[in-house]
């Protein structure tokens, strides 16, 4: 069964500052990885995903993320950050199933931006 | 585009009594999700929908909550009865297939159990 962690429970950052959040995960194949964000009063959104091909995977709101095979991890990166991406956010893993795909969520990261 | 709607938003009632959520997903989605949240942690599968057919409920505790969608529209999760440690918000969440996990969630049910 596949896994995931997230060893950063809250990270502090200035704003205009780089952003790095961390996640690694358990897994036998080739893994489906997303990154999803949960505002304050919000539902989730999707952030971006990856499930093969370029390991550089770009998403909206200027994010990045990079999956890196030989560490196991999808770490998320924004080259600088805005107040407005304070909020908590969420690496998960999908285990393909026979028909469908399983997706199960890290613990999350919880992101505060000083002005 | 509407997205994934739930209700209610907010839901209080004493252990052992019982409470449905509502969701509808987007328009077209065959697969709907419902999650739940407990405060501090990620969202934990409960029951996972291809069409109207169960396809995961792994981790649905099946003496105190059960699902239905039917039609393959919109779908109800229920507790009876319910514990204290069902305290957590419930989000429904759908996508266009089974390949490629949850795409658009709803706001969610906060429940509380006093």
């Known amino acids: 069964a596949q896994s995931v962690t997230q060893p950063d429970i809250h990270i502090t950052v200035s704003e205009g500052a780089s952003l790095e959040l961390r996640c690694n995960y358990s897994?036998?194949?080739?893994?489906?990885l997303f990154w999803y964000v949960q505002s304050p009063g919000q539902g989730l959104q999707l952030l971006l995903k990856?499930?093969?091909?370029?390991?550089l995977v770009q998403g909206i709101k200027g994010f990045e993320a990079e999956f890196k095979r030989s560490q196991s991890s999808f770490n998320l990166r924004k080259p600088s950050v805005h107040w407005s991406d304070a909020a908590e956010y969420f690496c998960?893993?999908?285990?393909?199933?026979?028909?469908?795909?399983?997706?199960?969520f890290g613990p999350g990261t919880s992101l505060s931006v000083i002005p | 585009e509407a997205g994934v709607a739930q209700s209610p938003r907010y839901k209080i009632i004493e252990k052992r009594q019982s409470v449905a959520f509502w969701c509808n997903p987007i328009?077209?989605?065959?697969?709907l999700y419902w999650y739940q949240q407990i405060l501090g942690q990620g969202p934990k599968l409960l029951i996972q929908?291809?069409?109207?057919?169960?396809?995961?409920d792994s981790q649905l505790p099946k003496d105190r909550f059960s699902a239905e969608r039917l039609k393959g529209v919109d779908s109800t999760l229920k507790i009876q009865p319910a514990k204290l440690e069902d305290s957590a918000v419930y989000l429904c969440?759908?996508?266009?297939?089974?390949?490629?996990?949850?795409?658009?969630f709803g706001q969610g049910t906060r429940l509380t159990v006093v």
């Open positions: 969440a759908s996508s266009l297939d089974g390949s490629g996990g949850p795409a658009f």
């Open positions: 897994y036998g194949a080739t893994p489906y």
């Open positions: 990856y499930f093969s091909g370029d390991t």
């Open positions: 998960a893993v999908g285990e393909m199933k026979t028909s469908y795909d399983k997706v199960i």
């Open positions: 328009s077209g989605h065959a697969t």
């Open positions: 929908f291809q069409n109207n057919g169960v396809v995961d």
